[in-house]
């Protein structure tokens, strides 16, 4: 594959992932789900993170909880180097397209971290 074409999918992945994340916030007007922290990678992953600006820990863990329900995702707690971090894996195909964007939900508190 040249540069071109290269560059022509991931493009296309993007702007796949594109879809998904606005079909997201859409979702997350009428449904009253928590804003995230939306990143989108050069290969189309889309991320969507609880920050720890806005969020109390207990705030990012619901968060992710909420989002990872609304598409029917497993959360996985993990606990290291005095971190919690949660992480919703998923695959979704957007109206139109055939081809899943991967992507995910994540927050990470310091252990050490207060709720205020």
């Known amino acids: ?25 859409a979702d997350s007007e009428k449904r009253g789900l928590p804003p995230l922290l939306w990143t989108l990678s050069l290969t189309g992953h889309l991320t969507g993170e609880a920050d720890f600006i806005c969020y ?14 609304h598409v029917c995702s497993p959360v996985e707690v993990s606990h290291t180097d005095g971190r919690e971090e949660l992480v919703a894996g998923w695959q979704i195909v957007p109206r139109g397209e055939t081809a899943p964007v991967p992507g995910c939900f994540r927050a990470t508190s310091s252990l050490n971290e207060e709720n205020t």
Do not use: I, Y
């Open 1 to 25: 594959m040249n540069r071109q074409e290269e560059d022509a999918t991931l493009r296309r992945w993007q702007r796949c992932s594109g879809k998904v994340l606005a079909e997201f916030l």
């Open 56 to 69: 109390t820990p207990d705030e990012r863990r619901a968060a992710v909880l909420r989002w990872a329900e």
